[in-house]
């Protein structure tokens, strides 16, 4: 039985030690061998003190290294926050800091990239760098030390069991929040392994299948495919991508069976040719992070017959919550389907009632999945995680579902459909990207009075960015200018796409800033280009 | 194609990278044979730029078929996939 993250591998590493379990870059490990790399890491990390319950941020780029990582934090007790790494020094820093991490894992370049961030990260006591050695005097703040990863291999092993049980987190995942920096979304062992089964049961995976591993273990989507690949006994084959030719290469090469992609992927890889024939191995691939829009799906159908198609989606919060039959797609290709299994997927109205077929309301997640809240956020948690409203009364220990924002319905026959987000919640390139965390960029610049970022729909993105600022002093700043101010600090995926200098932005009758106004308003002009074909 | 040439391509990129392709680091030191993907030097949507960049100052073409690892991952990588374009 999974209890922890952990015994995911340790099962499959007792069970088929010598099968297939990890690649990366033409190198191959064993379940037996990735098993050896981790319990020497842990046995590392409890030299330097990791305690169960401690936080280790793992800041690298997706190699055999961040995987035994997670899983060595995991068998330590401790809880991993892996960052994405397009984050940069700021947004790494946030992170830092709000989980109180003591340990932190990167590689020596990328700690030279995230320097400036170090200093805000108050409780980091310890830095474990990977990769080639670069001098890093003068990088580091005084007091911090430094242990090279290759130290794990003359560590001892770390034995016997440790004290933790499927309830305690096992990982915090920063997502963003609806209101300022990311808010680290509190995950469970349980919810890990038990959105493993989940989802290795409608994809009927099993030890045959090589899944590839494009998306980042930062984002609970992309993390799946390292848990269910464990729990199956499945290979991951590891690979970091600049464009789609990496993509289909490694489905060639790697004779991959399972791909899990997001809207932008699909659409690249649609720029180049290929037919199914160049893949006889691929069995399923699966969508989730945003719509996929359906002349895509049907493309994807013409091109791939005998490959199947699932539609997902999910929210960090509640992990996975709901996944489209294959057989479907061609029925209702715009559906996300039905809950995944050992969920329940409800549609509530703002009374806390079930709507109806056809009528829109919150789409609600319960169940094993729905994670422990926000890390060190009593507001934000509370209105997201909320008691069931149609518990029955009887039952005297209140349980918690996951509200999710998100508005959606269900046709006749109980299949669902996302119509959009209940606030303004902006998703682009499959990560969900506060406005007011984008606005904040722009008022630090220190030049700008008023900011509103709005998500404007787009094929291949989901959505691009678009901001309307109006300036302190008029004609301080051109808006080529101030983009390249603030994309100097922001990920490159929350870059906006256009920004609009106005003289002025307008006001409600309470003298704050009209969104609603300037949402349709950016919004109606691009309705009205879309329907001139612009 | 003469070393000069090589050089002087691989000075035009890494003035271009410095200057505006948000590099996470600066380049000093860097090894024309080092990977700037896994290095975390530069990101895909950095790369978008660098191939912008390619195409308007050498007059070239880049399909989506050559923007791959194999393709952007050093210095040395770029420069070649530049020059097979020119000759």
Redesign the interface.
């Known amino acids: 039985m999974a209890g922890l993250l952990y015994d995911l591998l340790s099962a499959s590493a007792n069970r088929i030690t010598d099968k297939e379990c990890l690649v990366y870059r033409g190198k191959m490990l064993t379940y037996g061998q990735v098993d050896e790399h981790v319990t020497k890491l842990a046995g590392l990390l409890r030299e330097a003190g990791l305690k169960p319950g401690e936080r280790v941020v793992v800041y690298l780029?997706k190699?055999i290294e961040e995987v035994v990582s997670i899983l060595a934090i995991s068998r330590c007790g401790g809880i991993f926050v892996d960052t994405n790494?397009?984050l940069?020094a700021r947004q790494v820093g946030h992170i830092l800091g709000d989980c109180g991490a003591r340990f932190l894992i990167t590689?020596y370049?990328?700690l030279?990239?995230i320097s400036s961030a170090l200093m805000e990260a108050v409780k980091l006591e310890a830095i474990f760098a990977c990769?080639?050695r670069l001098p890093l005097k003068d990088v580091l703040p005084a007091g911090m030390i430094l242990i090279d990863y290759g130290e794990a291999e003359k560590a001892m092993p770390l034995v016997g069991p440790v004290c933790r049980i499927d309830c305690d987190p096992a990982a915090i995942i920063y997502t963003s929040g609806s209101t300022g920096m990311p808010k680290g979304v509190v995950v469970s062992h349980r919810n890990l392994t038990a959105g493993a089964e989940s989802v290795a049961a409608y994809l009927h995976n099993s030890p045959q299948d090589r899944i590839l591993s494009i998306l980042p273990f930062s984002f609970d989507y992309g993390l799946n495919q390292l848990t269910t690949s464990l729990l199956c006994g499945a290979t991951l084959v590891l690979q970091?991508?600049?464009?789609?030719?990496?993509i289909i290469?490694a489905l060639e090469s790697e004779q991959i069976t399972g791909l899990a992609g997001i809207p932008t992927i699909w659409s690249?890889l649609l720029?180049?040719e290929w037919s199914t024939e160049r893949f006889p191995a691929l069995r399923y691939i699966t969508n989730s992070g945003g719509r996929f829009p359906e002349f895509q799906v049907r493309e994807y159908r013409r091109r791939l017959p005998r490959v199947q198609i699932y539609l997902m989606y999910g929210l960090t919060e509640a992990f996975r919550s709901t996944y489209l039959d294959p057989r479907q797609v061609d029925i209702r290709p715009t559906s996300i389907g039905k809950a995944i299994p050992n969920a329940e997927v409800m549609i509530l109205n703002e009374q806390g009632m079930q709507c109806a077929p056809g009528e829109i309301g919150e789409l609600v997640h319960r169940g094993v999945h729905v994670s422990l809240g926000y890390w060190n956020d009593r507001e934000q948690t509370g209105i997201r995680f909320r008691p069931n409203p149609l518990q029955a009364s009887e039952i005297q220990v209140r349980e918690l579902a996951a509200f999710s924002g998100d508005l959606a319905k269900t046709d006749d026959e109980g299949y669902l459909y996302f119509i959009g987000r209940k606030d303004h919640m902006i998703k682009t390139s499959g990560f969900r990207v506060s406005p007011t965390e984008i606005e904040e960029y722009f008022y630090s610049t220190g030049v700008v009075r008023d900011a509103v970022a709005v998500g404007v729909p787009d094929d291949a993105l989901g959505e691009t960015i678009s901001v309307v600022v109006s300036l302190r002093e008029a004609g301080s700043i051109g808006d080529c200018e101030l983009l390249s101010l603030v994309?100097?600090e922001m990920p490159?995926?929350m870059?906006p796409k256009a920004i609009e200098i106005r003289h002025e932005l307008p006001k409600n009758s309470n003298g704050k800033i009209d969104r609603t106004a300037i949402y349709q308003d950016v919004l109606g002009r691009f309705t009205s280009d879309a329907q001139h074909g612009i | 194609m003469p070393l000069q040439d090589t050089t002087l391509f691989i000075g035009k990129i890494s003035d271009f990278l410095l200057e505006e392709a948000d590099l996470q680091i600066e380049l000093e030191g860097l090894d024309p044979t080092e990977s700037l993907i896994s290095g975390g030097i530069i990101d895909s949507i950095g790369i978008l730029k660098l191939v912008g960049f390619i195409e308007e100052q050498w007059d070239v073409q880049l399909g989506p078929e050559e923007i791959s690892l194999e393709n952007f991952d050093t210095l040395n990588s770029i420069v070649k996939l530049i020059q097979t374009h020119l000759s």
């Open positions: 780029e190699s790494t397009l940069k590689s370049r990328r030279k990239s990769g080639s970091n991508y600049l464009g789609p030719a990496d290469k690249q720029l180049l994309s100097r490159s995926f870059v």
